[in-house]
């Protein structure tokens, strides 16, 4: 899916939230949740205003 968003790099997400004090735990359970929601509007949003090589 050229122009798509599929994921985040969760090793940097993780280490974002180490650096800013969260609980790895907390991380580990609310990241994936967070991850999903955000990947569906950033697509979403590209669909609608349109990206290079995007194709819904």
């Known amino acids: 899916m050229p122009g798509a968003v599929i ?3 969760m090793s ?3 280490a974002l939230g180490d650096a800013l004090g ?7 359970e609310l990241l994936p ?4 929601v955000m990947v569906r509007k950033l697509n979403e949003d590209l ?4 990206s290079p ?4």
């Open 7 to 9: 994921g985040w790099d």
């Open 53 to 56: 090589g995007f194709k819904p």
């Open 47 to 50: 669909a609608a205003n349109g």
């Open 12 to 14: 940097a997400a993780l």
């Open 22 to 28: 969260v609980p790895p735990a907390a991380a580990a």
């Open 33 to 36: 949740v967070i991850e999903a």
